[in-house]
C-alpha cells in the first residue's frame, strides 16, 4: 500500500467488527466491543487514545 500509488481504502463497519478493504482486496477484520450509545444523525467522531487500543466516542459541543 505504501508504494507511492493511489489505493482505494474502505472501512466496513457493522455493530460487532470493522473490516478492511484495499483496492477492493478484503483485509484484516477487528472484533468490536460495544462502547454505548453512538448518535446515528450522520456526523460521528470517534477518538483514540494515545499508545492505547481504546476508542471512544466524543460528543459534540453546541456553543450556541
Keep these: 500500500m505504501f508504494d507511492k500509488n493511489w ?12 473490516r478492511l478493504y484495499v483496492d477492493c482486496e478484503e483485509g484484516e477484520a477487528e472484533i468490536l466491543e460495544p462502547r454505548g450509545v453512538i ?3 450522520g ?21 450556541s
Design 7 to 18: 489505493h482505494k481504502v474502505q472501512f466496513s463497519v457493522t455493530r460487532d467488527q470493522v
Design 39 to 41: 448518535p446515528n444523525d
Design 43 to 63: 456526523t460521528i467522531t470517534i477518538a483514540k487514545m494515545t499508545d492505547s487500543q481504546q476508542t471512544f466516542p466524543v460528543r459534540k459541543l453546541n456553543y
